[in-house]
């Protein structure tokens, strides 16, 4: 919903204010999300609950933490001098869509940060930062619709009045600090790269390893 609001004008085709070549390339924007959408919602509907049964574990999650963190890190070092060769949302031909969306798809994989997979994702095949995490801002508005969805789907509408009031609560907060997150995020990446965030989930990814261990040790 932060996404919808905060790039309300970008994602809207309708807008009287737009041209007519520019509401065309926002249909074609919409379009390009939705292909990017396949991979994630194909294996998503067939083996959501077997990953999570399988990799819904603490070691699972770090090791995941950490090769995102590590990959973060070797992308960005091997970009380092290298200028984009995708630098608009509409230069972003189907193959590179497939590709974005396999790494949307590994997120299935409890662990995975669903935008830093299709952010590396997109910086492997050179798009731009600011195009890589403005991209991935548009497949999380279907994908964490469609995955919340399916969510309510299996278990069902039954609130009590104080569970749905926590669960409004938890959609108010969740939507502002999305709204600062990403706003900091647009701001930070027009000067640096994403290397802070790949040591930060390796730095986790590692805490995660040594509390398992202790209360393996402590069990």
């Known amino acids: 919903m932060a996404v919808v609001v905060l790039y309300f004008h970008k994602l809207n085709p309708f807008s ?14 919409w379009i390009k999300v939705l292909i990017a959408c396949v991979p994630a919602a194909v294996v998503g509907l067939l083996f959501d609950d077997i990953l999570d049964k399988i990799f819904y574990k ?21 970009n380092e001098g290298r200028k984009p060769t995708v630098r608009r949302i509409s230069e972003l031909d189907i193959k590179m869509l497939l590709w974005i969306g396999a790494f949307q798809m590994l997120a299935l994989i409890p662990g995975t940060s669903r935008s830093g997979a299709t952010i590396v994702g997109a ?7 600011e195009v890589a995490a403005e991209f991935t801002f548009f497949l999380a508005i279907r994908v964490m619709f469609g995955a919340s969805a399916l969510k309510l789907i299996k278990f069902g509408f039954h609130f009590t ?21 990403i706003k900091f995020l647009m701001n930070y990446i027009k000067k640096n790269d994403f290397k802070v965030f790949g040591y930060y989930r390796i730095v986790l990814g590692a805490l995660i390893i040594l509390v398992a261990l202790f209360k393996m040790l402590l069990g």
Request: charged share 15%; glycine share 8%.
């Open 16 to 29: 009287p204010k737009k041209t007519q070549k520019q509401k065309l390339l926002t249909w074609q924007m």
């Open 58 to 78: 603490p070691l699972p999650v770090a090791v995941m933490l950490i090769v995102y963190g590590v990959l973060f890190i070797i992308v960005e070092n091997r």
């Open 161 to 181: 009045a104080a569970e749905f009031g926590f669960l409004m609560l938890g959609c108010v907060v969740s939507f502002g600090m999305s709204v600062i997150e």
């Open 123 to 129: 910086l492997i095949i050179g798009v731009s930062r």
